[in-house]
């Protein structure tokens, strides 16, 4: 795979950890404010946004360690 490919899937992955950090300050909001079922809602946002940034590391790595195409 390309280094643009490469590339790209670290971008991705570098936007869904911004979105896990805006996500995970809403939680802290909701906690703040004691809204525990809002708080349930976004922890579960927080486990699937975790999930994509974990699969476009993975996808990062794999293409990094590809031979390279000729």
Do not use: Y
Not at 12 to 37: F, G, H, Q, S, V
Not at 42 to 50: F, G, N, Q, T, Y
Request: aromatic share 0%; glycine share 2%.
């Amino acid at each position: 795979m390309s280094g643009n490919e490469t590339e790209a899937a670290l971008g991705r992955a570098e936007e869904l950890l911004e979105r896990l950090k805006a996500t995970r300050d809403e939680l802290e909001r909701l906690a703040a404010a004691e809204n525990a079922e809002a708080a349930v809602d976004v922890l579960a946002e927080l486990a699937e946004l975790a999930k994509e940034v974990e699969s476009e590391l993975t996808k990062a790595r794999a293409r990094a360690d590809a031979p390279p195409q000729l």
